[in-house]
């Protein structure tokens, strides 16, 4: 904290590179307080306090920063990476001279970005169980995944570029999924029988994103794998399936001709409208 008075004082750019270890948990949380007691609630402008953090990182990295923070990790890390997250940013990438394949090897613990309301994640690596559980506006990227992936999201985006575990999406309600080669026995059972969730090919609109996405995690993490994606673009896009809940898809379309034709899309006539094709 005290490192970074001339960004709590006066917003000034502050750049700070540290060694961590793992039995140092939730480093950047206070932090974070000190930016939303100092600034409100959506804190700094992004990458105001950037801080390289070199080793093994323990549980809860950079929960529930704000805007304005930017971590990024050259090691790896411990559960529940990102938990909370409100604003800020955060990237794990390999050691330096690490020699591995990430996309191979788990770089992170289980329930990443559990509870995340907004803000960005990029983790060059797998990571295990739970990820992005109850995200309701945040956006990750991933090189794979363990079971139970997306389960209660409400919001937010989440790509994932390798394998994943089962009974993903199971509970999921909200936000959207871009998966890499997603094999139908891995989506949770009753959603997919019952149409709670939808899975198709990526509209020209997604591609956009994927493509935006994929660009952003290479330039952040050196990722093998997105620069792969991005040698052959237009292969790559097939290779992903989009995962959405039924209702939520209904809801965002609906807003959206609403704004087409030039009603409030928080209106009480959209509102009806919502209402009725979602069944509510």
């Known amino acids: 904290i005290r490192l970074t008075e001339p960004a709590l004082r006066a917003g000034e750019r502050v750049e700070i590179d540290l ?14 307080h000190e930016v939303t007691k100092t600034h409100g609630e959506h804190g700094l402008p992004a990458d105001t306090i950037a801080i390289t953090l070199r080793g093994a990182a323990g549980q809860s990295l950079g929960a529930f920063i704000p805007g304005g923070i930017t971590l990024t990790l050259w090691g790896d890390a411990n559960d529940y990476v990102g938990k909370g997250l409100s604003g800020g940013s955060i990237t794990v990438r390999p ?3 690490s020699l591995f394949p990430p996309e191979r090897n788990v770089i992170a613990g289980n329930v990443i970005g559990y509870g995340a309301t907004s803000g960005s994640l990029f983790i060059s690596g797998v990571v295990g169980e739970r990820f992005l559980v ?33 009974n993903l999406g199971a509970g ?42 994929l660009r952003s995690h290479h330039r952040l993490t050196g990722s093998p794998v997105a620069e792969r994606l991005l040698s052959e673009p237009g292969e790559a896009v097939s ?15 609906t807003r959206a001709r609403a704004e087409e034709e030039g009603l409030d899309p928080n209106g009480d006539v959209v509102w009806s409208r919502i209402l009725e094709v979602t069944g509510g």
């Open 134 to 166: 109850r995200n309701s506006g945040a956006t990750a990227v991933v090189e794979g995944v363990g079971d139970h992936a997306l389960e209660y999201m409400t919001g937010g985006l989440a790509v994932i570029l390798g394998d994943t575990g089962r």
């Open 95 to 97: 050691a330096e001279g």
């Open 239 to 253: 290779s992903f399936v989009k995962v959405t809940p039924r209702d939520y898809q209904a809801v965002l379309m």
């Open 19 to 32: 060694p961590i270890r793992n039995t140092e948990r939730a480093v950047g949380t206070m932090l974070g």
């Open 172 to 213: 999921m309600s909200g936000g959207t999924a871009y998966v890499w080669k997603l094999r139908s026995e891995r989506i949770n059972r009753e959603a997919l029988d019952s149409g709670e969730l939808e899975v198709g090919p990526l509209g020209s609109a997604d591609q956009e994103i994927l493509l935006d996405l």
